[in-house]
């Protein structure tokens, strides 16, 4: 997981140490371009692919980590 969070803080443009699940992802930069990066972070981290509408109704990172982990 250290991977995912290190890459979606860099794409969020905060801090690593600041990504929780509970961090709200307006805190960072949650534009169509990070969710893009996330897209392809998700990919290569886990080798899973998500929709952007789906990854764009997210609001926390845990939300992020429930898309990945759902088998939907």
């Known amino acids: 997981m250290s991977e995912f969070y290190e890459g ?6 905060v801090e690593p140490s600041k990504l929780t699940s509970d961090l709200a992802l307006d805190e960072g930069v949650w534009d169509s371009l990070a969710i893009v990066s996330t897209i ?3 990919d290569e981290v886990y080798d899973r692919t998500v929709s952007a509408d789906a990854l764009s109704e997210c609001r926390t990172v845990g939300e992020i980590e429930k898309l990945v982990g759902s088998d939907s």
């Open 8 to 13: 979606l803080a860099e794409i969020l443009e």
């Open 40 to 42: 392809a972070l998700i």
